[in-house]
Structures are given as structure tokens and as C-alpha cells.
């Protein structure tokens, strides 16, 4: 279905990285696979990572690169990395470039995943690419990754789980771990049969593009736009993905909260409501309508109008 040589469903998209990882250390030596952290052997264990792509996406990047056994080496800075940054950091002990594809990660001044390819193939090294939450389930394999790694429960609507595609020997790699750290991550036959199905559906599915999204959400930013205190706006998504947002700015000082505060009584209702809170420090969040229908755009709406009442 996705034209890869080969893929497999894993429990979540972290557990995709932490085997991704563990395959490329291991590959098919059979000691290092069941003893993964306690062996001495000398193999290759840095993944190099560009700096602003070291994220906690829930949980830390860094971590599940240690649960597969391997150590990451920083490329480039908090606020760029070049394919030569990149490249810099190439040792005898490098086993791969990891390469994180999202909108938890500095955008700019960033190399793309076709230019982290180049690296990777110059020093016959692999490249994973976390695209956990990216919905292109083809071009990041097409642009040279040899394993990419998605979230069964994001773009896709599957249930939890992931997605593991890649080159066949890597991926046959990667389904060794299920004798190594993968059994602590062992997918249920449910996730198997559901995740390939939902792939199935969103394959063949017709997508709502940012321009329907920016029609759908034109009432709700009006009616918030009539509020005190409160205004709106379209924004785009950060990564690049065709996705339109409502940003919502609260005027902390007028309201008399901070945004956190109005955010968790917005979570407490007999609705809960939940925003994309990245900015809220800024006083402003993000409404992400996918999955949103045009009522509870109107509930969404009512109750911060309650917020404001008598304002
Ligand atoms: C969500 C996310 C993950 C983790 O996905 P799970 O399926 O929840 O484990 C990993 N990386 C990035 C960039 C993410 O956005």
C-alpha cells in the first residue's frame, strides 16, 4: 500500500524509535539482542541528532534513544544545523543519523530529511526519520530514510500504535528487537489488525484541506472576536502541513488569569475542552479542528464566552 520494501506495526511511535534504535546497534548479532545494555562489546551506539530536534514530544527523544541502547551526540545548535554540522559529528562510533520530522522542533535554519540522506549515505550510515505525527506517509522514504516511524494514533486516527516502514534488512532488524526490548513493547494483534485498516481508510480517505478547515472555523473566530478580552485569528501550521488553526489570545490582565488557569477550567467542565497549549505561556492557544465538528466548535465557543460574561 505504501510502495516501501518493507514495514511493521509496533506498539506506539516511541517504542518505533527505541527498536528503530536498538536494530540499527544490534542488527543481526545475536548476543548484542539479548544483551543489549549490559554488553561490553564495542559497536557503534551515537545517534547524532541535530540539537533543535532534541524534544520532549511527551516524553524525551533522548530517552527512547537510550531505551534502544543508544547514546545521542548533539549536531548543530539550539538554533540551526547545517548538513555540514551534521556530517561534523560522524565518528567510527556513530550507528546512525536520527532525524526528527515535527512541530515540537526548531524549524528554522534546518537541514531538510533529503539533505540528512545525502549525509547518511556519504558515510554509509542510516537515517531514521520520527515522523510520528507528520501525515505524508510516503516522502520521507522516497527522500532516503531507510526506517521512518509513525503514530498509529495521530494523522492516521488508528488506534495506539505504530508504524515502522523502511528498507527490508532494516526492518527485519527492527522485528528481531520483538526477542530484545520490543517484548516489553509487544503490540496486540487488535493494534495490528486496527492500525492496518485505519491505514487503509486514510489512504483512500478524502482529506479536509486548511482551506476547508479556514471556512469551517470563519463563525467560531467571529463569535470569539465579539467577546472582551478575547481575540482570534487563523494561523498555519508551524511544520508546513496543510493544517489551519484558530490561535486564541487571552488578555490575562483584563480576564485577571493567566491562560494556564483559564486553560484548566476549560479542561474542568462536563465538556472537557483541551487546546494546544504550546503557546500558552504567551497567552495565547491554538484550537486544532481536525476531528472537531462544526457543533462542538459552538460549544467550544459558548464556554469561553461564559469565561468572559459580565466583562
Ligand atoms: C507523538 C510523538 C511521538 C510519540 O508517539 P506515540 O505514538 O505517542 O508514542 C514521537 N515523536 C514525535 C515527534 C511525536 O510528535
Same mark, same amino acid.
Given at each position: 500500500?505504501?510502495?516501501?520494501? *518493507?514495514?511493521?506495526? +509496533? !506498539?506506539? %511511535?516511541? /517504542?518505533?524509535?527505541? =527498536?528503530?534504535?536498538?536494530?540499527? &546497534? @544490534?542488527?543481526?548479532?545475536?548476543?548484542?539482542?539479548?544483551?543489549?545494555?549490559?554488553?561490553?562489546?564495542?559497536?557503534?551506539?551515537?545517534?547524532?541528532?541535530?540539537?533543535?530536534?532534541?524534544?520532549?514530544?511527551?516524553?524525551?527523544?533522548?530517552?527512547?534513544?537510550?531505551?534502544?541502547?543508544?547514546?545521542?551526540?548533539?549536531?548543530?545548535?539550539?538554533?540551526?544545523?547545517?548538513?555540514?554540522?551534521?556530517?561534523?559529528?560522524?565518528?567510527?562510533?556513530?550507528?546512525?543519523?536520527?532525524?526528527?520530522?515535527?512541530?515540537?522542533?526548531?524549524?528554522? *535554519?534546518?537541514?531538510? +530529511? !533529503?539533505? %540528512?540522506? /545525502?549525509?547518511?549515505? =556519504?558515510?554509509?550510515?542510516?537515517? &531514521? @526519520?520520527?515522523?510520528?505525527?507528520?501525515?505524508?506517509?510516503?516522502?520521507?522514504?522516497?527522500?532516503?530514510?531507510?526506517?521512518?516511524?509513525?503514530?498509529?494514533?495521530?494523522?492516521?486516527?488508528?488506534?495506539?500504535?505504530?508504524?515502522?516502514?523502511?528498507?527490508?534488512?532494516?526492518?527485519?532488524?527492527?522485528?528481531?528487537?520483538?526477542?530484545?526490548?520490543?517484548?516489553?513493547?509487544?503490540?496486540?494483534?487488535?493494534?495490528?489488525?486496527?492500525?492496518?485498516?485505519?491505514?487503509?481508510?486514510?489512504?483512500?480517505?478524502?482529506?479536509?484541506?486548511?482551506?476547508?478547515?479556514?471556512?469551517?472555523?470563519?463563525?467560531?473566530?467571529?463569535?470569539?472576536?465579539?467577546?472582551?478580552?478575547?481575540?482570534?485569528?487563523?494561523?498555519?501550521?508551524?511544520?508546513?502541513?496543510?493544517?489551519?488553526?484558530?490561535?486564541?489570545?487571552?488578555?490575562?490582565?483584563?480576564?485577571?488569569?493567566?491562560?494556564?488557569?483559564?486553560?484548566?477550567?476549560?479542561?474542568?467542565?462536563?465538556?472537557?475542552?483541551?487546546?494546544?497549549?504550546?503557546?500558552?505561556?504567551?497567552?495565547?492557544?491554538?484550537?486544532?479542528?481536525?476531528?472537531?465538528?462544526?457543533?462542538?466548535?459552538?460549544?467550544?465557543?459558548?464556554?469561553?464566552?461564559?469565561?468572559?460574561?459580565?466583562?
Amino acid at each position: 500500500m505504501l510502495n516501501v520494501e *518493507s514495514a511493521v506495526v +509496533v !506498539s506506539c %511511535a516511541s /517504542a518505533g524509535i527505541a =527498536q528503530a534504535i536498538a536494530a540499527v &546497534i @544490534v542488527r543481526d548479532d545475536d548476543d548484542l539482542l539479548l544483551n543489549l545494555h549490559s554488553s561490553s562489546k564495542n559497536v557503534p551506539r551515537e545517534i547524532i541528532l541535530p540539537k533543535g530536534h532534541n524534544v520532549n514530544f511527551g516524553a524525551p527523544v533522548d530517552t527512547m534513544v537510550a531505551l534502544g541502547g543508544g547514546k545521542v551526540i548533539e549536531a548543530g545548535f539550539a538554533n540551526e544545523c547545517s548538513p555540514t554540522q551534521l556530517s561534523a559529528k560522524v565518528t567510527p562510533q556513530t550507528a546512525a543519523i536520527l532525524y526528527i520530522k515535527s512541530h515540537h522542533t526548531v524549524q528554522k *535554519s534546518m537541514l531538510s +530529511v !533529503s539533505e %540528512a540522506a /545525502a549525509v547518511a549515505r =556519504q558515510h554509509n550510515l542510516p537515517l &531514521i @526519520v520520527d515522523a510520528a505525527a507528520e501525515e505524508d506517509l510516503t516522502s520521507y522514504y522516497q527522500s532516503g530514510a531507510d526506517l521512518v516511524i509513525y503514530s498509529g494514533a495521530k494523522a492516521i486516527e488508528g488506534p495506539t500504535s505504530g508504524l515502522v516502514i523502511g528498507k527490508k534488512t532494516y526492518v527485519e532488524w527492527v522485528k528481531r528487537q520483538s526477542q530484545g526490548i520490543g517484548r516489553a513493547m509487544k503490540v496486540g494483534k487488535e493494534g495490528i489488525l486496527g492500525l492496518t485498516l485505519a491505514i487503509e481508510q486514510y489512504l483512500t480517505a478524502t482529506k479536509e484541506t486548511g482551506a476547508e478547515m479556514v471556512e469551517r472555523m470563519g463563525e467560531f473566530i467571529e463569535a470569539l472576536n465579539s467577546l472582551p478580552a478575547i481575540s482570534a485569528r487563523i494561523v498555519w501550521d508551524a511544520a508546513g502541513r496543510d493544517i489551519a488553526r484558530a490561535e486564541i489570545s487571552f488578555d490575562e490582565k483584563m480576564i485577571g488569569k493567566t491562560t494556564y488557569q483559564i486553560m484548566n477550567e476549560l479542561k474542568q467542565g462536563d465538556t472537557a475542552i483541551y487546546f494546544r497549549e504550546y503557546k500558552a505561556n504567551e497567552g495565547k492557544v491554538e484550537a486544532d479542528i481536525r476531528s472537531v465538528s462544526n457543533e462542538q466548535l459552538n460549544t467550544i465557543a459558548e464556554r469561553i464566552r461564559l469565561l468572559v460574561k459580565g466583562m
